[in-house]
T-cell receptor, first 111, second 115 residues
Framework: RKEVEQDPGPFNVPEGATVAFNCTYS??????FFWYRQDCRKEPKLLMS?????NEDGRFTAQLNRASQYISLLIRDSKLSDSATYLC????????????WGLGTSLAVNP | EAGVTQFPSHSVIEKGQTVTLRCDPI?????LYWYRRVMGKEIKFLLH????????ESGMPNNRFLAERTGGTYSTLKVQPAELEDSGVYFC?????????????FGPGTRLTVL
């Protein structure tokens, strides 16, 4: 079983749509959670951290359910510029700072 | 402020040759990481430096890979001798010691092709 699992997609949505990505992680000791965005042939960039109480940044909302070991990302009012791969990432507790990555979910927002 | 830089951006070598990748972290960042993405697979952790010390090298595939960070500034990752399965994109990232939530900033990557 993979440590971080995501539906690879692709998700094809029209502009203005709301789209949700889900992610599950296997290690209950995971402490930090992130969504990264990666454009084609570019480096991953941090989109947002995910906090236990859930958090929102503009059109983006992230949720964490520790009991179910489940993370989600909701994008409202999709823009063409949101087209990218969204990577679910976790960090295990303690001094270990390595990031553990999902395969990513591909999103294409169409005009 | 300059971001993480990596050199070269691309490298094409033959099996058995040696390649050295370089990473310059964001100035002042003590933590430096190497990751690799093989086509069709997840990004995988290779190792983590704190200043010049290897904090965690649990992700290094085998002893053909050697990473150094002399002086605690830039880092090199040498592959010798390269094998076909070493092809992929090698990302370097850095973070500051006091960063909230361990936010890591990534370089553009080095795309390595071993023929």
């Amino acid at each position: 079983r993979k440590e971080v699992e995501q539906d690879p997609g692709p998700f094809n949505v029209p502009e203005g749509a709301t789209v949700a990505f889900n992610c599950t992680y296997s290690n209950s000791a995971s402490q930090s959670f992130f969504w990264y965005r990666q454009d084609c042939r570019k480096e991953p960039k941090l989109l947002m951290s995910v906090y236990s109480s859930g958090n929102e940044d503009g059109r983006f909302t992230a949720q964490l359910n520790r009991a179910s070991q489940y993370i989600s990302l909701l994008i409202r009012d999709s823009k063409l510029s949101d087209s990218a791969t969204y990577l679910c990432v976790v960090n295990i507790a303690g001094n270990n700072r390595k990031l553990i990555w999902g395969l990513g979910t591909s999103l294409a927002v169409n005009p | 402020e300059a971001g993480v830089t990596q050199f070269p951006s691309h490298s094409v070598i033959e099996k058995g040759q040696t390649v050295t990748l370089r990473c310059d972290p964001i100035s002042g960042h003590d933590n430096l990481y190497w990751y690799r993405r093989v086509m069709g697979k997840e990004i995988k952790f290779l190792l983590h430096f704190v200043k010049e010390s290897k904090q965690d090298e649990s992700g290094m595939p085998n002893n053909r890979f050697l990473a150094e960070r002399t002086g605690g500034t830039y880092s090199t990752l040498k592959v010798q001798p390269a094998e076909l399965e070493d092809s992929g994109v090698y990302f370097c990232a850095s973070s500051s010691q006091g960063s909230r939530n361990n936010e890591q900033f990534f370089g553009p990557g080095t795309r390595l092709t071993v023929l």
